[in-house]
């Protein structure tokens, strides 16, 4: 079987990894991967935007299955136009992929099927989001409607950050169309958790929770961006936990969809918050959560492809999830300025040592490149170090011990990635 894997990311790299190890698979492309993809898949040169081009070369190289990474191709109909040439997909079809293209559609959703989420408000002119915020006089929550990389959502901690972020949206377009409006919504209070299932139109396969840490600083602080590090599995997500969270959502979700005429294919990602037991919906994503995905490859058991192409194919029937390492935590090495702009092009220290951690820790690539036989920096995330281990703390210590022997210039990275779940006295760097 021929997989071609669309992406350049951690995500991205943990896939092919997977996909590069099972016996059913001939052969692994990634689009346009990255310098860790290289060692796992043939790189190929094209966008996951270009989506003329992905068909062209899926038809060309008889490629079996189409695994989509990002949200932008999705969004942008990719699978549609796969599917309407018979090459099975990965992904949900554009209409579905809705969900996280339009934060808009997706609260106006979970109103209309009754799944727990904040209260919220939709705007379209700035001067009137402005005024609702003086008049609530209180910490809320503003996102941009479309698609910011997930950095279009600012946790204001004041009044004051939160007419900023409608200014930085809507005023000055720092995410340009996708700021056109926004939604405003009241600050939940609780621990994030990222919930994974994948689905094939009817059922579904639940994945082993995870937590995200979403803010640049330790100790959550500072700005959002696409992920600093993340753990599995969370203490927060108990056995009572997650039959609310497959009850009172995943179900709900996945029927509403396709009460409305959208079953869902793929991997379908929700990020919650969870209050004394009560899981409550931030956000749908409709993929692998990125650095999320790089824990839930690193914790799974055996072959990935039956998960992948069964959803493809509308079909998960004797599909389950079994993972071999009970923990995996993920430490994200970003540039310097990241998620602002920021430098690329640094050489980076250190890998080929780390190489000989594996399989106990594996250094998944984001924005990396070779250049003049070296491998640089080309991107704001960087490189995702996974450990695993049979404990928190185990996992923790080879990451960070891996972390400790890599490094490029303006390196930045947390310190307390999976602090909930280790000791309180951990130290790693």
Not at 22 to 39: I, L, S
Not at 179 to 198: K, T, W
Not at 299 to 304: A, E, I, L, M, Y
Not at 349 to 366: C, I, K, S, T, Y
Request: charged share 25%; aromatic share 6%.
């Amino acid at each position: 079987m021929r997989v071609l894997v669309v992406g350049r990311g951690a995500r991205e790299h943990a896939l092919c990894w997977r996909l590069s190890g099972d016996r059913e698979v001939d052969r692994v492309f990634a689009a346009p991967g990255n310098a860790g993809t290289a060692h796992c898949a043939d790189n190929v040169s094209i966008q996951p935007n270009d989506i003329s081009a992905l068909l062209a070369f899926s038809k060309q190289k008889a490629i079996d299955l189409v695994v989509v990474g990002p949200e932008a191709p999705l969004v942008g109909g990719l699978v549609d136009r796969l599917e309407g040439e018979g090459i099975a997909a990965f992904g949900p079809r554009q209409q579905v992929a809705e969900l996280e293209g339009s934060k808009v559609f997706a609260k106006e959703f979970m109103s209309r099927h009754g799944i727990p989420t904040a209260p919220f408000r939709v705007f379209d002119d700035a001067d009137e989001a402005s005024h609702f915020i003086e008049e609530a006089g209180r910490p809320l929550v503003v996102k941009a409607e479309g698609l910011a990389a997930g950095k279009g959502v600012f946790v204001a901690s004041s009044v004051h950050e939160a007419r900023e972020a409608v200014d930085r949206i809507m005023r000055h377009r720092d995410f340009g169309a996708a700021g056109n409006r926004i939604v405003i919504e009241e600050r939940l209070q609780g621990q994030e958790v990222s919930y994974h299932v994948v689905s094939d139109g009817k059922k579904f396969v639940t994945l082993a929770p995870a937590q995200d840490h979403k803010r640049l600083l330790e100790g959550d602080e500072g700005p959002n961006t696409g992920g600093m590090g993340a753990y599995s599995p969370p203490s927060v997500v108990d056995a009572a936990v997650e039959r609310r969270i497959q009850h009172e959502i995943v179900e709900p979700t996945l029927a509403g969809l396709a009460q409305e005429g959208r079953p869902f294919r793929g991997a379908l990602f929700v990020g919650l918050m969870v209050h004394e037991g009560a899981p409550r919906v931030l956000e749908y994503n409709v993929r692998f959560g990125d650095p999320e995905c790089t824990c839930i490859m690193a914790r799974w058991k055996g072959s990935v492809l039956p998960l992948l192409l069964g959803a493809a194919q509308g079909d998960l029937s004797g599909v389950c999830a079994e993972w071999e390492a009970p923990c995996a935590l993920s430490v994200v090495l970003a540039s310097q300025g990241y998620p602002a702009p920021h430098a690329r092009g640094m050489p980076i220290a250190g890998l080929e040592r780390a190489r000989l951690m594996e399989p106990e820790v594996v250094v998944f690539h984001a924005g990396t490149k070779v250049d003049h036989a070296a491998v640089h920096t080309a991107g704001g995330r960087v490189l995702t170090v996974t450990g695993i281990g049979d404990t928190m703390d185990a996992a923790a210590k080879r990451a960070y011990g891996v972390v400790a022997g890599l490094h490029f210039e303006g390196m930045q990275f947390r310190r307390d990635i999976g602090l909930r779940a280790r000791p309180s006295d951990a130290s790693y760097t």
